[in-house]
């Protein structure tokens, strides 16, 4: 099951038009991701902190559906899926919530763990893994 994120569209999302500025949508998402990684007890300190192995976005892609204002309430549902041994994608849905639920985005991410100092590719850490599998 995905783990779901609430959020309020708030002013410095939007343009100068009143809607959410395109690169925000991202920005939400890997808001849910964190939020997501400390649901599963993994601790966000340690797990963006250098410590010899780094986990970057390698691709990424968003399809927009509906635009999104001020004070639009969200849902944005998180579902990792492993790719391979050293890597995995997150496949989002952001909603606007309200009387009837509608999607407004679909995004994905792909991710790589790599060494930070050779950038050569390496195992996802346990707790990484455990989480991406429990999904």
């Not at 399809?63 to 496949?91: E, I, M, Q, W």
Request: charged residues 20%; proline residues 6%; hydrophobic residues 45%.
């Amino acid at each position: 099951m995905p783990f779901a994120y609430a959020r309020t569209v708030h002013f410095p999302d939007t343009d100068a038009a009143g809607v959410v500025f395109f690169a925000r949508y991202l920005s939400i998402c890997h808001e849910a991701y964190e939020e997501a990684l400390a649901a599963a007890g993994i601790p966000l300190g340690t797990f963006f902190a250098d410590h010899g192995v780094v986990v970057p976005i390698a691709k990424t892609e968003a399809s927009y559906l509906r635009p999104l204002f001020c004070g639009d309430k969200l849902r944005v549902d998180v579902h990792p899926t492993r790719l391979t041994d050293n890597s995995f994608a997150l496949d989002y849905v952001i909603w606007k919530t309200g009387a009837a639920d509608k999607r407004a985005a679909v995004a994905r991410t792909e991710h790589v763990c790599i060494s930070s100092q050779t950038r050569e590719r390496l195992t996802l850490p346990p707790a990484l893994s455990a989480w991406i599998d429990s999904a």
